[in-house]
């Protein structure tokens, strides 16, 4: 493998799940071994340089000028990258090539980077020879969005920020502890796990009820965690009731991710689906993170076993597209141009989900993905007893790979892991969270634990 | 050409725009003739059978059973339509094929519809084996968006709706005259021209300033219009002084597009930057509609002359792709993840923006633009000499291809255009407004200003 000479591999460990599976499985070689589902997978992470290289840092100080960089979490090859690792270099050009049906379009279609962590190594290239090519003048930098909806809002949040910094007396002024708390009260988007999310940005005046804080492991506290959620149930139902403005849905996500992968039981959700049944809100189920298949079922509230379904399911990620599902036809507005965009959509991306969708049922990657995470779980339950004080609140036991814990040195933990080649995540305030893709095997998750071990010994 | 014979033709007016071009015009012949950008392109549009035909029917009907067709204009089949002409029929079955190299896909690509009006004629079949194959029990239609934000957006635009339409006694209860009026006070969303897309909607409270309200030809009431442009800039300066919440920006289109087609003079918009200087707040131009050559320059605001450039600048539609410009370091927030998503736009789309941008140069697409423009807008003014009942306040001189034109029968006016195979759409209460492709040729808007007599002939 040639490519571990001048590269950097690391497991990776991202939404990503690539459809070229199908073409990288065909070997007879493989089929017999039936092992990885990638035929040149390599069979261990090799960390070659310091972490970033001297070539990504130099592509990456490139990408600086033109696009926001510190979300960036390290600039990737996509190119060459296999399975479930992935190639950390820079490369230097690519020849311009009829741009449809180019391998450098099938690589965009096939590895959709997030682009604000992952971009590629040539993003900095694809923006200066194409977008930036044709940047009024005047303007050097871009913010690159999806649709015309969210230029506009996008740049509107760019100009509240502004407005508010030059108040503060410019970019060094830091918020105020109150700002940073009352902030959270703000309610424009879903998410409330973090304040950088919120700050500066106008908001709906929405009400938030409380997800139940459970104690894990949760069947060693079955019955105070069944308080906290009847708790949690009721809050939600007096708030449906007495709520200053009136309540038209509930929304859960199945695994509440972005607040620190917060579970909650089947019989929670039974509850909340009365609930709304009860008070006639709709009942909305937010699966952007847990859906298709991360969970060991292809959508996580399949584990819940309800009577009825929830109202509306919405979609991301992993689908590599986006969207909601229903099923009541009194949802469909009652008239057109109610729900409206120009482009509703991305037909290639919608493709592109086939094409995952296909993969998913051949491979039985949803079946691997609750072996692999059942196995995971339980290697990680034997080093949670082994190192008590690094690794605790493991949570996600029958829920797939969707699997996470509490690190007391949480930062430091995911700094490291980059050391032994695992590139990590955190949620919350001191979890780590493990999204790999549904072709991650349990011999991936021996590497893993492995190195779980391996950076717990450096802290 | 085969596909005459089995296919309705017609000319298409919209944005979009076939970076296919290359290999359809690399024929010696074509180079020659200099005429037609697409060699395959017909002389004129067809019709063959009523539009829409049978199977184009039955297709639609197939499709509204998993997604709102009520938006729909025709089903296309993109992969026969050339040029400035799409075929309209249904075609039946599509094989398997490798999805990131197939022919399918790179039509997906270099034909992005939108999808609410003109889906592919497979799209109920790429949902079908698709996005809908997985659909979670119970659900079984989907409405498709281009991320988790929006997903989860439009979903509660959806419950919303739904919530009001139970007080108001069901789908079939009429909004109240007052409902229709006071919901354009709502301001959620940047456009405020139809009462429908806001119905039910909370919104934030932003000020709206008025538009210019001009008087067309604009040369025979400069007076007058400039005097409007002045009342227009006061109350700007104004409300940002005196509204009840500090304004941090203030956004406009270069031509109010869904609004009617509105335009307002450069001195206009040189005013408005002044007035944002002055009073340290963000000038943001919205060139979603206007941007990417359709006004014969590549941005609308390089006609303003401007001395200081718009702080942001937004785009999407005729890029493919979307997000904004910005010149300022200072508009890139203090901090890292305070403007962050998952996606933040797209790689593949971003290629294909690339390769739009080169055809553009390669093909002088906006001098043409701005030369047929000007062609077709010295046309419209003899025909509106010629009929002033039927054309009224033409207007878009010197702005490329980007025309429009009041007229009172102007439902019926784009109902028959139909008939006589040419698709063209409407804006506010009574625009006809022209979007052709930037490889709209004189010979097109020859057949165009014919097509426009005879639909006036008829009404």
Redesign the interface.
Known sequence: MAFLARSTLRLRATSRFP??A??LTTSPHLRAAAKPYFADEPSAPKVVTAIPGPKNKAATAELDKVF?V??LNMLTDYTKSIGNYCVISSYAQIA?I?????P???T???N?????NF??AD?AH??N???L????????????????????E??????????R??QRGG??AEFTAEEIETTMNNHL??TRS?A??K??I?A?DWPQAPFPSLKYPLEEHAQENAQEEQRCLQEVERLIKEFHN?V??V?VEPIQSEGGDNHASPAFFQGLRDITKRN???F?V?E?QTG?GATGK??A??HWNLQ??????????K?Q???????N???????????????????????????I??EIERLKLVENTAATGDYLFAGLERLAKQYPEHLQNLRGKGQGTFIAWDTPKRDEFLAKAKGVGVNIGGSGMSAVRLRPMLIFQKHHADILLESVEKIIKQL
Request: aromatic share 12%; no cysteine; hydrophobic share 40%.
């Open positions: 459809v070229a199908r073409t926001d510190r979300s311009s009829p741009v449809a049906s180019s450098e379009m099938v965009a279609l096939i959709r980077p997030a682009l604000g971009p590629s993003w694809v923006l020879t194409g977008i090519k044709v940047a009024p003048k005047g303007l050097d930098q871009v913010f690159t969005a999806m649709a015309g909806s969210d230029a506009n996008t740049a509107y949040k760019a100009a509240f920020m502004y407005y910094q030059q970019p060094q988007s879903t973090k950088i999310h700050m500066d106008p709906f009136p038209a849905a929304v006639n809100v709709l909305i937010d952007v298709v292809f959508w509230h399949d009825t379904p929830p109202d509306i399911v919405t979609f991301s990620k689908a597209t986006a969207g909601y599902y229903y099923g036809p009194a949802l469909r507005p009652n008239k057109p141009y109610r729900q409206f965009n120009t482009w509703m959509g991305d037909p290639a991306r919608a493709l592109i989900f086939r094409g969708i296909e």
